[in-house]
C-alpha cells in the first residue's frame, strides 16, 4: 500500500467537499496539504478535517487553481495526505508578512525548530499569502531568512491565490488561518525527497548591467535609462513598452474595493495580461539571473515608473548582471513535465507521491493549451499528485540557491 493518498472534491458546500475528502482518504493521516479555491472556508476545511484527523499536522491555502494527475480543476478542494509510517510532521504560522516578512519568517522560523523530528531528511514546505495589486515583494525578502535558519532542509513553497484577481488570499498552518501571514509545515523522515524548478525560458547571449539603482527599482542598464535599454533588447521602444502602464499604477494605490469594482466591470488580470505591451514584454522576454551551473531562474520587472526606471521585486543593487530571456514556446509547455521528472529522477527511487506548485500566471498565459501540460506526466507521475495554481513559487534554482521565483513550476517527490 502506498504511503500517500490524493483526493479531490467538486463539491460547492465546504463541509460537503471536505468529507467527501475524508471518506477517500480515512482517518490515519500523518500529515495533510490541502489547497482549496478561494470560495471555500480554508478554517472549515481544516476544522472538518481535524476532526477524524486529530492531531494530524495540516497545511494549506486558498488557490488560483487546483491540479491534480488528471490536470487543472477550479472551484475544487484537493489533498494530499501521507498516511503510512515514518514521518514527523509539525505546522506554524506567523502573521504580519506582507509589513515585516523577515520578522514573520524570523518567528516562523522559532516555531518549526521546536517542531523537528527524527530523521535523514527535513523538508520545509512553505506557504505566504499571495501577492496583491496593492502589496507585493515581500515573499522574496522572507525565504532568504528561513535558508538562513535551515541551512541543510529542502525548502519548497508557493504563494496562495484567490481565483486570478490578486487581491487577497489565505494560508493554513498551526489550526489557525490568516490573509497576512506565512505558514509552513516541517517534515523530518528517512524517506528521500527530491524538488525540481522549471519554467520555460532560455537565454538569448544578451545580458545586461545595473549601472544606477535605488533598492528594487534600476534606474539605468549598461549607463542608458532602464526603459530604453530594455526596449532596444525588445526591438520596441519605450513608447510602445509603457503604453496603457498607468492601468497598473492606479491599482497600487487605490483601495481594494475599487480595484475589485473595477474587475467586475472587466478590468482583469487577464484582460491587462493580453492588452498591455508591458505584460506582453516581459512574458516573452523577462531577464534571469546569470549561474554557470543551468538555466538563469526567471526575473520579472513588475513596474515601469514615469522617470524610466523599471521597478523589480528585488533589490537590484549596482554591478548585478542580468541574462536577456525568451520564451521557449514548446519548453514552456512542457516545464510541468520536466519538473516531475526531474524530481523523481532526483530521488534514486521510485515515486509514491508528489507535490506540485504551478504559476498562475502560466495558466493564463498557456490558456487552451493547459490540458497539453499534463498529457505526458501521468505516465511519469505517481497516482498520489496534487498541488495549486499560485502567485510565488519557491524553490532551489542550480547555482542561485533558495528563491521566490515567478512563471514556474516547482516539484517535490517523495520516495
Not at 160 to 168: I, M, P, Q, R
Not at 227 to 256: C, H, N, W
Not at 298 to 322: C, N
Not at 331 to 352: D, F, S
Amino acid at each position: 500500500m502506498s504511503a500517500f493518498i490524493s483526493a479531490k472534491s467538486s463539491r460547492s458546500d465546504t463541509k460537503q467537499a471536505a468529507r467527501e475528502l475524508l471518506d477517500a482518504v480515512g482517518s490515519k493521516v500523518a500529515f495533510a496539504l490541502v489547497y482549496a479555491d478561494e470560495k471555500h472556508d480554508l478554517s472549515v476545511v481544516e476544522s472538518t478535517l481535524k476532526s477524524a484527523w486529530g492531531s494530524a499536522a495540516v497545511l494549506g491555502s486558498s488557490t488560483s487553481g487546483e491540479i491534480t494527475a488528471e490536470g487543472a480543476h477550479e472551484g475544487s478542494i484537493v489533498v494530499l495526505a501521507a498516511v503510512g509510517e515514518g514521518f514527523h510532521a509539525g505546522t506554524a504560522l506567523a502573521r504580519g508578512v506582507m509589513s515585516d516578512p523577515e520578522g514573520a519568517a524570523r518567528d516562523l522560523a522559532r516555531q518549526l525548530e521546536s517542531k523537528k523530528g527524527p530523521g535523514k531528511h527535513q523538508l520545509i514546505i512553505v506557504h505566504t499569502v499571495g501577492f496583491t495589486v496593492q502589496v507585493s515583494g515581500f515573499e522574496h525578502r522572507a525565504f532568504p531568512v528561513l535558508r538562513q535558519a535551515f541551512p541543510n532542509a529542502i525548502i519548497v513553497g508557493g504563494s496562495a491565490g484567490d481565483g486570478l484577481k490578486f487581491l487577497t488570499s489565505n494560508v493554513l498552518g498551526d489550526g489557525r488561518t490568516s490573509n497576512d501571514a506565512i505558514a509552513a509545515m516541517i517534515v523530518s523522515t528517512d524517506r528521500p525527497i527530491a524538488s525540481s524548478l522549471e519554467h520555460g525560458y532560455r537565454t538569448t547571449g544578451s545580458k545586461v548591467k545595473v549601472t544606477a539603482s535605488k533598492g528594487a527599482t534600476v534606474t539605468h542598464f549598461d549607463g542608458k535609462k532602464a526603459v530604453q535599454r530594455y526596449a532596444d533588447l525588445l526591438g520596441s521602444t519605450e513608447k510602445e513598452l509603457t503604453k496603457g502602464i498607468s492601468v497598473l499604477k492606479m491599482g497600487s494605490f487605490l483601495p481594494k474595493k475599487f480595484t475589485a469594482f473595477g474587475q467586475s466591470l472587466g478590468m482583469t488580470p487577464k484582460k491587462m495580461l493580453d492588452e498591455l505591451p508591458f505584460y506582453q514584454h516581459t512574458l516573452r522576454n523577462p531577464f534571469g539571473s546569470p549561474t554557470a551551473e543551468g538555466t538563469p531562474p526567471i526575473i520579472i520587472p513588475k513596474l515601469i515608473h514615469d522617470d524610466g526606471s523599471i521597478e523589480f521585486f528585488t533589490p537590484m543593487p549596482v554591478g548585478t548582471e542580468l541574462e536577456f530571456m525568451k520564451r521557449d514556446e514548446q519548453a514552456y509547455v512542457t516545464a510541468t513535465e520536466r519538473a516531475i521528472g526531474n524530481a523523481i529522477e532526483k530521488l534514486g527511487a521510485p515515486a509514491e507521491a508528489c507535490l506540485l506548485v504551478e504559476c498562475a500566471g502560466r495558466k493564463m498565459v498557456l490558456d487552451k493549451r493547459l490540458p497539453e501540460t499534463f498529457a505526458n506526466i501521468r505516465a511519469k507521475a505517481p497516482k498520489a499528485l496534487a498541488g495549486f495554481y499560485s502567485h510565488g513559487e519557491q524553490g532551489e534554482a542550480p547555482g542561485v540557491g533558495l528563491r521566490c521565483n515567478n512563471y514556474s513550476v516547482v516539484a517535490l517527490a517523495f520516495g
